[in-house]
């Protein structure tokens, strides 16, 4: 159901300076030249921001989302619908639109959501008749594996965003992949959040647990600066460093990770992230390894029940594994930590890693399967 829109609206904050430009254009009945006149820039420099928002209405998801827009600016009548060839048709109410979403929750959101479209082959699809949006990976056995859901909401506001664009069509589906901007986007937002978790760990007197985010260079995520740039763990991503470890092969010529032991490692690390969302302070998961936080409070920790339910089965994965191979699984899996800067935190043998790695994961597989069978709970 459409949002009441009050008569004093305006316009999300996060929105880029072009769509309201656009909108003040063809809602308000602004000229250029006077929208130029308040900007102080050149009359042809807004012309071409407005022309190029006009392009974009070919993708179905910025249409949707111009078409929210102008109704919220506008009168919300069938003629205000910004032009749109089918406009008899926008006398139904949407059914999702991003008028009301805050700039934190697309940020958190982008954190998620953009990870997961950075993978190698990964691309969003959605259709007409889809309430949310779903984002999809090939497996090595040629399996397209969901690794995301995110609302259609969300999914307009990205497009808005210029973060993602249209890949292809096909038939009444649609599928999207991710832009430099939207990698340019994902690499700032990553480093905002490992700021913003240093700066909790030291609050909470647990400065040392900020260590795990030194170390791995963003040069091997394909988005990086130059030589001279900090180096750091979380790989920001063109993949993780599960994905790296499955393409190896052993002299054999089969697979290092079996696909079953990589979609355990996707789990966990998708309840780790699901688990961030509405957080209220800083979870220790290092002491839900040791015994030190069995984690009675979880539930008071979020208002969000699906991050509630996540952090349960964080918490319940790591606890099955125990110390060490649970220490392996967390900072590979869920802090996306390098094997070789995982193997000098612990003080490993050089190349070890991978072996405890893969004997982690497969207890987290068995764990998935003794707790909720071989298609485990659903996410989120």
Known sequence: MEPNLRADFTLPAWLPDAVRLY?????????????????????????????????????????????????????????SALGRKDAPEMTAPLRATPITL??????????????????????????????KAAVLRAA???????????????????????WIAVQKTQGRLTTYEITAAGRAALKRMVEEEDRRRMTQHAAFGLAEMAVPFEGAAWAEAGIG??????????????????????????????????????????????DYELAQIGLRG?????????????????AERGGNPAATAARERVAAALRDLGPGLGDVALRVCCYLEGLEVA??????AARSGKIVLRIALQRLRRHYQDRYGRSGPLIG
Request: charged letters at 35%.
């Open 23 to 79: 909108l003040d254009h063809t809602e308000e009945g602004l000229s250029l030249r006077e929208l130029a006149r308040r900007q102080g820039v050149a009359a042809s420099t807004v012309m071409r921001q407005v022309r190029r928002y006009e392009a974009r209405r070919d993708d179905p998801l910025v249409d949707e989302a111009l078409v929210a827009l102008g109704r919220a600016q506008g009168q919300g009548s069938a003629s």
């Open 102 to 131: 805050d700039e934190a929750g697309i940020e958190r959101e982008g954190r998620r959501v953009l990870r997961r479209m950075a993978e190698p082959g990964a691309v969003m699809a959605i259709a007409p008749d889809m309430p």
């Open 140 to 162: 090595a056995d040629g399996r397209m594996v969901q690794t995301a859901v995110l609302e259609r909401a969300v999914a307009q506001a990205f497009a808005l965003q210029d």
């Open 225 to 270: 600066a130059g030589a001279d740039a900090p180096r750091r763990t979380r790989y920001v991503q063109t993949e993780s460093p599960v994905a790296v470890l499955a393409r190896r092969r052993d002299r054999d010529g089969r697979a290092f990770l079996e696909a079953d032991l990589v979609q355990a490692a996707e789990r966990l690390r998708e």
């Open 282 to 298: 800083t979870l220790n998961w290092d002491g839900i390894l040791t015994g030190a936080d069995r984690g009675p409070d979880m």
């Open 343 to 348: 193997e000098r935190r612990m003080g490993w």
